[in-house]
């Protein structure tokens, strides 16, 4: 087994969508008047995919995001990841979900500055129940495979922007997660940056990893196979972007595999 592979439990039931979700509510109190965040979102995602969340400010990219990896909840519908419920549940199920389903990428990284590279993967493999040895052979792997073999004992204040979005996504894969979800990943990366890890996002997709990734930039977008497109709490439009199964005329997107919404 490779560092980056599909975790087993995705390979034996292919035919569960990685995330599901069916009418989805999401309302958030406010001043002057409730904030309907999402208004009935119909969403899927066929394990393997790559699939580019994009829409206007504020029209619940990152409430999608949040529910799908029981950040945030829904008030009405269900949303399921690799065929498991994830509405309704308390929040030691969904710690313990989130430490061993889900890799989160965030847009300004959230790395540990205090502790070295190493140490930012480690901890994470640690908490998921790993020895440290084995956290630490993990992490090793990890940043091999990433290109930040020889950065090991760095602060992430000493990394490029690139390179510490590059180590956010050796933490988010620490622990095999079966679903990487991004918000923003290049939102504060220059071209440069962006670009490493759009490349490295396309070789997790290559090695059959499913990733939803939040974006505001078409050219990010473009390196997905399908983009979403939200507007107002509603997904408007959802298709095959040019890199997607579609172009290639891949059997995959022509049996359905790359799934739309229900
Ligand atoms: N915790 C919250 N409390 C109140 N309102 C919220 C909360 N979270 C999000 N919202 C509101 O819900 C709406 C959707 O927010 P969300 O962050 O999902 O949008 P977005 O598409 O990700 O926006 P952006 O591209 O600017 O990040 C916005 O109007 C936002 O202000």
């Known amino acids: 087994m490779t560092a980056l592979d599909t975790p087993a439990e995705d390979l034996a039931r292919p035919a569960v969508p990685a995330v599901r979700i069916t009418g989805a509510r999401r309302v958030f109190a406010a001043e002057l008047a409730p904030v309907r965040a999402l208004r009935g979102v119909h969403f899927e995602v066929g ?53 061993h389903r889900i890799g989160f990428v965030f847009q300004f990284f959230n790395l540990l500055d205090g502790v070295s590279a ?12 790993m020895g440290r040895r084995a956290a630490e052979s993990r992490g090793r792997d990890l940043l091999d495979i990433l290109g930040l073999g020889d950065r090991t004992a760095q602060l992430p204040s000493s990394l490029s922007g690139g390179q510490r979005q590059r180590l956010a996504i050796a933490r988010a894969l620490v622990n095999r997660p ?10 504060a990366l220059d071209s440069e940056g962006g670009a490493e890890v759009l490349e490295l996002f396309r070789r997790l997709h290559e090695d059959g990893q499913t990733i939803v990734m939040v974006t505001h930039s078409p050219e990010v977008a473009a390196g997905a196979d399908r983009a979403v497109r939200m507007r107002d709490g509603r997904v408007v439009d959802d298709g095959a972007t040019a890199t997607g199964p579609t172009a290639a005329g891949s059997d995959a997107a022509e049996s359905g595999a790359a799934g739309g919404p229900s």
Do not use: H
Not at 83 to 88: L, P, Q, S
Not at 178 to 187: H, I, K, Q, V
């Open 47 to 99: 394990p393997g995919e790559f699939v580019a969340v994009m829409g206007p400010s504020g029209c619940g990219k990152s409430t999608l995001l949040n529910v799908i990896a029981g950040l945030d909840t829904v008030d009405e519908g269900t949303v399921e990841v690799a065929g498991e419920r994830v509405d309704g549940r308390d929040q030691d199920w969904l710690a313990r979900f989130r430490r």
């Open 118 to 129: 190493l140490d930012n993967l480690v901890l994470p493999g640690v908490l998921g129940g």
């Open 178 to 187: 079966g679903l990487l979800l991004a918000d923003e990943p290049t939102g």
